[in-house]
């Protein structure tokens, strides 16, 4: 006995498709949010970091304006006048190259695709403003020089708010090694610091919205109580660019986050 299928009633496919435009539009507004976090979290990136650049800016000015004052007292000491302008140079310079970097993670560029690891290391490093050895943080330093295939600016954000949380950590000093190397199609990049490190009930759901904790009772200079969606959207634009992020942290080690970046054409 054969049986034959009736065929959906207009309405039905009516409906079906309703529901279709519906799941549609819920996507594009689940996109506008996405792109709505990211973009607050990067503002309040650089609010922090304007804390922590406020006080650089001090140290940068006081011996310009120090040795302006000396040199302007006695305007026939050749070589002070000398030093008054090479620190006033120096500092210029560093001011500048500071500024720079700091408008360029403030910049939005979103057709970029491709990004020099070492250049996006040194300007998420320059955002900071101050030299971790001022805080006893030892930095080390190995980035192959490879182009990687994602956003620069997205790249930064993610390198940003891991060099933070590190130093939120490490409120006593310590290391930080940021390290790379190229395996066939990615790169493999390490974060790491001699911080307290992670608790293992947190690590499990560190990449999840809203997950945050306290390393330390002392924050460091600057530092704010995060909102648990650093590292959620650090995974989201990573993921968004083929790449991957997880991390490590045996008791008392300190964390390394190892991230994968695809390599660019």
Known sequence: ???????????????????????????????EVRAGLTESHRLATLGTIATIIAHEYNNILTPMISYAQLALANPDDAALNRKALEKALSGAERAAHISSSLLGFARDEPNQTQANLPTVVDESLACLGRDPKRDGINLTLDIPDVTVAINPLDLQQVLLNLVLNARKAMTRGG???????????????????????IPDAIRERLFEPFVTHELTDTPAPGSQKGTGLGLCICRDLLTRAGGKINVTSPPGQGATFHLQLPIGG
Request: aromatic share 2%; charged share 20%.
């Open 1 to 31: 006995m054969s049986t034959t299928t009736a065929p959906p009633h207009p309405d039905e496919l009516a409906q079906v498709d309703r529901l279709l435009a519906h799941f549609d539009h819920l996507e594009a507004q689940l996109q």
């Open 175 to 197: 290391a930080l090694r940021i390290t790379g190397q190229v395996n066939n199609d990615h790169v493999a990049l390490d974060i790491a610091d001699t911080g307290p490190g």
